[in-house]
């Protein structure tokens, strides 16, 4: 079965941070291209983050830039979505993406709260 779980989310103080995770089975992660987005209430989802297969090409969203990080562990078919300085804008569901299926998460909730 084809599936993404994330996990990490929670409750942080503005300018705190946060590690989400996702982790993948029932294809060749190491061959997939991983994205992350987030949808914030009553908006519509956005583009976060990419990472290319191998971990080396990544690309991120203007608003994240510089604070969020991607990376991806093959060995344990998960990638990671580090988040620094966070604000209240941050606040939103996230959710992993697996392009070459147009498979989603279920999502994981952050919450910025000053």
């Known amino acids: 079965q084809v599936r993404l779980v994330e996990s990490g989310g929670g409750l942080v103080q503005l300018g705190g941070s946060l590690k989400l995770s996702c982790t993948a089975s029932g294809f060749s992660f190491s061959n997939s291209v991983m994205k992350w987005y987030r949808q914030a209430p009553g908006k519509e989802r956005e583009y976060v983050a990419l990472?290319?297969?191998?971990?080396?090409?990544?690309n991120y969203a203007d608003s994240v830039k510089g604070r969020f990080t991607i990376s991806r562990d093959n060995a344990k078919n998960t990638v990671y979505l580090e988040m620094n300085s966070l604000k209240r804008e941050d606040t939103a569901v996230y959710y992993c993406?697996?392009?070459?299926?147009?498979?989603w998460g279920q999502g994981t909730q952050v919450t910025v709260s000053s």
């Open positions: 993406y697996l392009q070459s299926r147009g498979l």
């Open positions: 990472i290319g297969a191998a971990g080396v090409a990544t």
